[in-house]
């Protein structure tokens, strides 16, 4: 087998890993600020990640602009960002987020955006969660895709080269810690890319991928957690993972919030209706239903949807391990009024959904934990390093207003790519040294190869992975199942280093990709060990309560040497930010 080596060189002021809206539209900052810019996406553009895929009755991107109710202002989106995350969030950086996001949607706007419109020409702003007023924005159902095309289509303007089916794995560095470059391989031709650039955008989207089942594309498996963990960047508020109920079969359609308005049936495999096992007797089945919105949430008494969801696919799952569902014909006319888009979906997939039953289970759909950025630039710790969109850490917390996440990509999409234009253009000369710089990320993966002549197959060990995750790590945890999903990861690992799989030059990035899947999962299974509390999106079975004496805080998982580290962090209030004069 020979080794690997680099095919191509290529050299840029700015890389922006990932292809979803803040990679797209941080690409597009840095190109209008004059910079030479190329994008890697790990498959292909406009077809990967949660931007181009998302699908829910009510995507829409968060703005305060009061269209529909005047009183909403940044200053109000600000502090009901805050009081969804108060405690474990950056007011700076959402006091960043509330207040450029106006300008965010004029610049879609100006772009070609049609947003949907009322009649006196204002723009349709629905309510979302969290929300003091209709916030959110939306077009035509898909609001994310259309986002993603417009940006698509002024970045090809600039002609910025699109490296598709390339998934960067590695960051180079230099002796002061900064950028220097990185190492990314072609995945249909595994050719491997050195891209020698001062500045590096992480954009890679989010980890949903590590569980069995999940919205978005395959390729989405947290590599950019990884890679800024390598370099030292803190992770934060990794436990929250936003998860709720999905059509499984024949594809992964998320049943959203409306959905559950129409009441659907939930039985289990032996046919027999599972709800009311589950709901205590002081709550009733109507409030269940009206209270249920996608991601899970011990808030709510929709609390006992999603876990009686995990508990009978544990004990009666259905043939792809999940439960039953089927609509009555009763709430036809509500099924019409609040989900005609999943109706329609669903039927373009075979299912009827009057006439057909069809399998449920938990997906994984949105991270709120990432890579800690440290100022409103999207800078990490590592110069040079930015973060943006889903990969970034600290502007979401244990919840988040619905709506924010798509504008976060816009808003640190762009500050981002202006921050790493003007810093690469600040540079004189390239520092890379070929031979030197590059060596220990060919070394990683020439060991890999080396020692991997084992015979244990990488594809089943990164399935059993995600089996473990969604079995231990789901919705309803104790320190039971997260010790044996820890078990698992150690398990693993312990079998990559020690050469057991059988690697070779052809599936070497895939063994990179268990490596990134092990570390990312393991991030969040030890800080949902270490929260011994239940709090929104985490529930603890063995800690069932809020706990606001002791647990106000993020846990924050760094790398010390070769150990995962784990401590807690409190963050700045607003009054010490307006002290120091931040905010
Ligand atoms: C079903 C669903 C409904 C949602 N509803 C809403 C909503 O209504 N409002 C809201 O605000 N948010 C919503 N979200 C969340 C929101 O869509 C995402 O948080 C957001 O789109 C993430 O954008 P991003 O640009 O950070 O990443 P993504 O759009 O996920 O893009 C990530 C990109 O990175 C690439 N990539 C990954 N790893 C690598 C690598 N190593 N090298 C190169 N490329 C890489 C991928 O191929 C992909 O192109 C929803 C999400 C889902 C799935």
């Known amino acids: 087998m020979s080794k690997l080596s680099v095919s191509q060189i290529i050299e840029t002021d700015v890389l922006v890993v990932g292809g979803g809206g803040a990679a797209t539209r941080a690409a597009l900052s840095a190109a209008q600020m004059g910079a030479s810019v190329r994008m890697a996406v790990k498959s292909k553009w406009l077809r990967s990640g949660s931007t181009a895929t998302a699908f829910s009755e009510l995507l829409a991107i968060a703005a305060a602009i009061g269209h529909e109710d005047e009183r909403d202002e940044p200053e109000v989106h600000y502090e009901d960002t805050l009081d969804a995350g108060r405690g474990f969030i950056d007011p700076e950086l959402v006091w960043t987020l509330a207040s450029e996001m106006p300008d965010r949607i004029q610049d879609l706007i100006n772009m070609g955006l049609n947003f949907d419109k009322q009649e006196n020409g204002k723009l349709v702003q629905g309510m979302s969660d969290f929300a003091t007023y209709p916030r959110t924005c939306r077009v035509n159902g898909v609001t994310a895709r259309h986002i993603l095309t417009t940006l698509s289509k002024q970045l090809k303007k600039y002609q910025t080269p699109v490296d598709e089916y390339t998934m960067i794995y590695k960051i180079l560095t230099g002796k002061e810690g900064e950028v220097l470059g990185a190492l990314g391989v072609h995945k249909q031709t595994n050719e491997i890319v050195l891209y020698k650039t001062p500045t590096i955008i992480l954009a890679c989207g989010g980890a949903h991928h590590i569980y069995k089942y999940a919205v978005g594309t395959p390729d989405m498996t947290g590599n950019g957690y990884a890679m800024a963990y390598e370099l030292g960047v803190p992770l934060v508020n990794m436990e929250f993972v936003q998860i709720g109920p999905a059509a499984i079969q024949p594809s992964i359609t998320l049943l959203s919030g409306p959905v559950w308005k129409a009441k659907p049936i939930l039985t289990n495999n032996k046919g027999k209706q599972i709800l009311e096992n589950y709901i205590p007797k002081n709550i009733s089945l109507e409030e269940v239903y009206r209270s249920k919105v996608f991601p899970f949430t011990i808030s709510s008494p929709a609390f006992y949807l999603d876990t009686a969801i995990q508990r009978e696919l544990e004990t009666n799952p259905s043939r792809n391990g999940g439960v039953w569902c089927t609509m009555s014909e009763e709430t036809k006319e509500i099924v019409e009024e609040k989900m005609p888009k999943t109706k329609g979906i669903l039927k373009s997939k075979g299912i009827n959904i009057f006439e057909d039953k069809f399998e449920v289970a938990l997906v994984a759909q949105c991270m709120n934990g990432g890579a800690l950025i440290e100022t409103p630039n999207g800078e990490t710790k590592v110069k040079g390093l930015y973060a943006a969109g889903e990969t ?192």
């Open 392 to 583: 970034a850490g600290g502007v979401r917390g244990p919840d988040r207003p619905g709506g924010n996440s798509l504008a976060e990509g816009q808003v640190f999409g762009n500050r981002t790519g202006k921050a790493a234009a003007s810093y690469a253009k600040s540079l004189t000369e390239s520092v890379f040294n070929e031979e030197q710089d590059l060596q220990e990320g060919l070394d990683e993966l020439n060991k890999l190869i080396k020692n991997g002549n084992g015979e244990k197959d990488l594809d089943n060990a990164i399935q059993s992975l995600k089996e473990s995750m969604y079995r231990n790590c789901l919705v309803m945890r104790n320190k039971e199942r997260l010790d044996e999903v820890l078990k698992k990861i150690d398990s693993l690992h312990y079998e990559l280093e020690t050469g057991e799989f059988n690697i070779t030059n052809e599936n070497v990035f895939d063994a990179i990709d268990l490596k990134h899947m092990l570390l990312v999962s393991r991030s969040i299974v030890l800080s949902a060990l270490t929260r011994k509390e239940s709090r929104s999106c985490h529930y603890r079975e063995d800690f069932p309560n809020k706990d606001n004496v002791k647990w106000v805080k993020s846990v924050v998982i760094s790398k010390q040497g070769e150990t995962m580290d784990v401590h807690t962090r409190k963050w700045p209030s607003h009054r010490e930010l307006e002290k120091k004069g931040t905010i």
